[in-house]
Structure formats: C-alpha cells, structure tokens
C-alpha cells in the first residue's frame, strides 16, 4: 500500500452529498495527482462498476472501484464525509469512502487492493482511528500501515481478548460455502458465483462456489463443506443433495439475489453463524431433521416456494427436450415428416439407406421424448421433498401420459407428489422406522395416493383442459396468433432469463411433448423472440458508439455471438445499467419478432433457438426476417430513448449507470 496513497489523495472533509459527486471529488485529486489522465473517462467506468453490484459495506463505508485505461498506476483517494453517503449498503450511509483506481487490464493489483483494504477494514481499531484523525498525511499513513491506530488506553485483560480474537480471526477467517442455479445453468448460474465470489473477496471472507443447472456440476469437498461457517444457497431450482450442508448455518434465496445484492448474503450468512442458527436439514437429505416442522426446502411466501418447484422440473426435463427434440428435428431434415410412421429400425434397418438413418434418429429421439412428463413430475416433487418424492413424481407423471393429460397432468402430479410426501414426513415414527420411511414407506404410500388422485379424481378434468388448449392453438390464425406471439415476446424479453422468460420457454417447450402445427409455432415465436436483446443491443452499440461507455461496448460485441447462439441473458448488463430504456426497447422488438413469426407461420421442431436450427424451421426467411425486424425496432428505440438524455455538447453519455451522473 505505500505508494497507493498521499496526503493529496485524502480528503477529511468530503461535502460530497451522493456517491456520484464523492467519486468525482475523490477522482479530482487523482487527477491532480498525475494518476488519472481523463477525469470523465475515468468517472464512466466508476459509474459502470457501480452499476453492476453496490459497493457499499457494513459499518458506514463506501469502497468505489474500477479498472480503466485511464489509470496511470494503481491508486488509492480517501474521504471522510460528515453527513454519510449512500453507497447501497444494508445498514445505511458511508462515512468513510475509499476510491481505488486500478490501470485495464491490472487484475492482480486491483484484486490486491480491495482485499489489503477490506482486511483492515475489519479492524474496529482502524476505522475508529480513520474517523478521529485530523491530519491527512497521519491519515494516510495509517491507510498504508505505516502507523499502527492510536487508541485509548484499556485494562490489560481487554487487550489480551482483543488480541486473542485478533490472532483467531487472522488464523481462521470467516468461511462460506455457496450453491448457484439457475434452470438453464448458463448465464444467472455463473453470474451469481461471480458476485458472490467479488463481494466475498472485498470482504475478506473465503468462499467456495457449487455451480449446479442441467449442465451438471463438480461437487465441493466433502472437507471444504465442513469447515464452512455458513451456507448460501442463490437458486432457482431446487439444491441437489441438501443433506451435505445439514448442521450448517443457511441463507436461501432467488438466484438474481445472488447477482444484485452478493454482500448483504454474506452479511445475513455472518449473522446467522453469530446467532448460532442451524439450519433444518437432515443430514442424510431424507428430509427433515427431527424436530423442525417441515421439510427443508426454499424459504420465501408461497409464490416464491412454487416457482422454485416448477423451475425445479423444467431444469432437469431440458436435457430430455433439446436431445429429443432435436434428434426427430434431424430426422425430419434427413427423412421428411413422414419418417415418423417408418417401421422399427430393431427390425427394418439398413446400412446404407438414408431413410434408415432417420427413422433411427427419429426413434431415438420419441423415445427420449417420452420421458419428458415422467421427468418434469418427477423432480417436481424432488424439489418439494427431495429424493422419497421422486417415485410417487414419476409415477404421477407416467399416469399423466396413459390417461392423456399430458404436460399439464405432469404439473399436477409432481405438486401432488411432493405434497403427499411432505404430509408423511410430517408424521412422527417410531425411532426403528427412520431407516426404511424414505426408501420403502414414503415411496410406497405417496404412489398409492398420487395414484388414486390421477387416475380417479383429478387426471381426465385435466386430460380434458390439455385437449382443449391443444384444439385451441391448432385452432389459432390470424389476429388471435399474432396476439399470442405478442405476448410470448414480451414474455421472453423482460426478464431476460427469469421467471417470466422461464415461463414461455417452458410453455413452447410443452408443446412438443406432443407436437401439433400450433404448438410448433409457439415454438417458434419463442425461440425468435428469445435472440432480439442481444442482438439489438450488440447493433445500437455497433450504431452509436457514443451512447454507451467502454465496457458496455466490450459487452455488445460479446452480445453478438450470444443473441446468435439464443442466450438472451447477455442483453442483461444493459438492461441493469439503464432499465428504463433498455427494457421496454427489447420488449418491444420481442412483441414484434412473436407477432411476425405467427403471422408468417413459422414452425420449429426443436427445443433451442439461435442460428443453427435455421435449417430446421419451417419458412426459414420468413423467421430470420421476423428476428431482422424486431432487432431494428429495439435499436431504434434504445438509441432514440439513450440520445434523448444525452449530456449536450459532451462526446460522452449522459448516464454511464445508475452510480455516476456528469455534470455539465
């Protein structure tokens, strides 16, 4: 820290009132200093930095930060405000404001900084110290170390405490396991680690990350999970294998928590290990531990709790649809559509005939298929109960198929599922049947009531409403199709990835469990509607430059390959940076991609979008022309709405992020 930080840097009377006038006073010196070469440059990345996360800490303490190509060398400002400015954290204002400035590309001197910096700011005795002192060059050697804190004499027994727990608290820091998921597992998954993992590094806490989705996951040592303080779980299906975190303290939450508000997790986490709370979760992830009342599962009202159970199928049923899906979408591309009535190839296949190739795929690809409502119902219920649910899941789910219900029946079977046996769980046994409850009893009795519930009572009301809802979308021409497409777009692009984007997809993705001409044209209004964020926000920064800073122009030329590959999720940091322009933009050219597809008729066999399934669409052109057109409206009005609140006569953007307004 010696050279990060002089007497010119520190600032013991900041008047700033917001955090944006306390990072250009703070930046002012830096200039001054010789270590900033372009003060508005510089401020657009600070602003972009604190758009993405607050960097606000418990204890009245504000940390702004950023990498910048204007950055001469890594440097250190210091301010002390009077009145507190609000940096975003939890238990209010900040008092003490640090600026770090570290040059592009710098990782390791950045990271060096935040963590030397959040490690002494653990330290009671150094902030007091901070807040007393009234010369900055004493100030700012107390930031480099360079002076140990002045403070008031106290009884030698106190001081050998604080210096016992001193010594504990550097020998063994504060540790956390963490779990990510998201249904897709590809973008709010590893985004959430990565906040996590920032916030926990600025706060000198050791954190682990599990990323878990339907691509799978590398579990955590069985070791590094025991030596935890505390669990976080950011989710939005259900954690796989919850009894390996039983006896631990455990925060339970949304995946986009994860993302938006990383440090105020890990702050709950410390919380809960100092109130010594322990979580409900049995250890052999059967369910419940004695005495806790109900199964351990998402907290939050009951909305929250179901979308977690539904996302929970959703994510494990993808796998099934994408390689199903696009295997008889193949096999139609080889074969044609009426490979699908072609004999078994156990028996009538042939080597060299193209035909045989595609039945082969197209059996395949039915077969898997067929497991989609088993599989959706099933780990329904395992998000509601874990592994005991998973039998009477399935078993509701093949019910749902013989009696024709269906997706729908799937949704019903796998909530049926996971109620029966989170009511068994409930019911206190006798200490010699704990072993065999969720191998034998549990199974055994929620089957025979998920059973009796579809075959007698609720199964054909269902069967009934899922026929009808397929005579209605074959049904669908003209305004009703457009309608519906309008809406699917907006669907897909508000949340971009969450709830509302899950909702459509899993409804396109139904539609193919048994597919008809209207449910592939859903298919398709989703799929098309699903790459116009992206897309429109990697052509309006390509357009117009200048109405985005650095860093978003980095991101639209990732944006690019993303809306290509349908992964709306990378419009995201456009959308958190200035929501109320970016959102109803995208929104917009999302209503008009899923008007256009229906109206033109557009089908799609598979499960994905994005530009290699082209080949695999019914009237190709007329869907890229769809997509063409829904990314020029977005972009026409993202740059019309950004250049309205252009700073006049300034070459930068008015608004680089919610963090750092420029004055004029």
């Not at 405000?81 to 040059?103: C, E, H, K, N, T």
């Not at 990383?262 to 052999?284: C, H, M, N, T, V």
């Not at 099934?320 to 979408?329: D, E």
């Not at 199974?443 to 809802?469: E, T």
Request: glycine share 12%; proline share 6%; aromatic share 6%.
């Amino acid at each position: 820290m010696s050279e990060l930080i002089t007497a010119e840097l520190v600032d013991l009377d900041l008047s700033a009132e917001t955090k944006s006038e306390a990072a250009r006073s703070l930046a002012e010196r830096m200039v001054s200093a010789g270590r900033v070469t372009d003060l508005d440059g510089f401020l657009a990345d600070v602003g972009a930095r604190e758009a993405q996360m607050p960097t606000g800490l418990d204890g009245g303490i504000g940390i702004p930060h950023c990498r910048s190509e204007h950055v001469a060398a890594p440097t250190l400002a210091f301010g002390r405000s009077r009145r507190g400015i609000d940096f975003g954290a939890a238990d209010g204002p900040a008092d003490l404001v640090f600026l770090i400035a570290a040059p592009a590309g710098a990782d390791d001197d950045h990271l060096a900084i935040l963590s030397s910096l959040a490690r002494r700011l653990m330290d009671p005795g150094f902030t007091d110290a901070l807040r007393a002192e009234a010369d900055p060059a004493v100030a700012a050697a107390l930031v480099r170390g360079e002076e140990a804190p002045a403070t008031a004499p106290e009884p030698a027994e106190a001081a050998t405490e604080k210096t016992a727990t001193a010594e504990r608290t550097a020998a063994k820091p504060f540790r956390i396991v963490a779990v990510t998921s998201c249904p897709t597992g590809i973008a709010h998954t590893y985004m959430a680690a990565e906040s996590l993992e920032a916030a926990a590094r600025a706060q000198g806490v050791v954190l682990d990350v599990e990323t878990q989705g339907s691509a799978g996951f590398e579990r955590l040592d069985p070791a590094v999970i025991a030596a935890a303080d505390a669990v976080i779980w950011a989710h939005d299906v259900d954690v796989r294998e919850k009894g390996r975190f039983g006896g631990k303290p455990v925060v339970d939450t949304g995946v986009k928590a994860g993302i938006n508000r990383p440090a105020e997790l890990i702050a709950e986490a410390r919380a809960k290990a100092e109130r010594g709370e322990i979580s409900g979760i049995a250890e052999d992830g059967a369910g419940p531990a004695e005495g806790t009342g109900g199964p351990s599962g998402p907290s939050g009202h009951f909305g929250v709790r179901l979308r977690t159970y539904l996302m929970s199928g959703v994510s494990y049923m993808v796998p099934f649809v994408a390689a199903g899906g696009l295997l008889i979408a193949l096999s139609f591309a080889i074969g044609g559509y009426e490979i699908a009535g072609a004999k078994s190839v156990a028996d009538h296949f042939v080597w060299g005939e193209s035909a045989s190739w595609a039945a082969l795929l197209n059996q395949i690809g039915t077969a898997a298929f067929g497991f989609l409502v088993p599989v959706l119902a099933g780990y329904i219920a395992y998000g509601m109960a874990d592994r005991p649910a998973l039998v009477p899941g399935f078993v509701g789910g093949a019910i749902a198929l013989t009696i024709d219900a269906g997706f729908l029946g799937g949704l019903v079977a796998g909530l049926l599922a996971g109620a029966a046996v989170m009511a068994i769980q409930r019911v206190k046994v006798h200490p010699t049947l704990r072993g065999i409850m969720p191998v034998l009893v549990i199974p055994l009795l929620a089957s025979i009531a998920v059973g009796f519930l579809m075959f007698i009572v609720v199964g054909k009301p269902i069967a009934s409403l899922q026929n009808a809802l397929t005579d209605w979308l074959n049904g669908l021409s003209g305004s009703n199709a457009v309608i519906l497409g309008v809406v699917l777009g907006l669907m897909m692009c508000f949340d971009m990835g969450g709830p509302l984007n899950k909702v459509a997809y899993a409804f396109a993705v139904g539609g193919l469990a048994d597919p008809t001409p209207g449910s592939l044209k859903v298919m398709a209004a989703v799929m098309a509607a699903g790459m116009v964020p992206p897309l429109a926000m990697a052509l309006a920064t390509t357009l117009r430059r200048g109405l985005f800073t650095r860093t978003e122009r980095e991101n639209g030329r990732a944006a690019w390959v993303l809306g290509a590959s349908f992964i709306t999720e990378g419009a995201i940091p456009f959308a958190a940076a200035d929501p109320l322009r970016v959102i109803p933009s995208v929104m917009a050219g999302g209503a008009v991609t899923g008007a256009l597809s229906m109206a033109f008729g557009c089908t799609l066999r598979a499960p994905h979008g994005g530009v290699f399934v082209v080949p695999l669409i019914g009237e190709p052109f007329l869907y890229l022309l769809a997509i063409a057109v829904g990314t020029a409206v977005s972009t026409a009005l993202v740059v019309v709405l950004k250049g309205m609140r252009r700073t006049p006569g300034s070459g930068a953007p008015a608004e680089d992020g919610p963090a750092v307004a420029v004055a004029a």
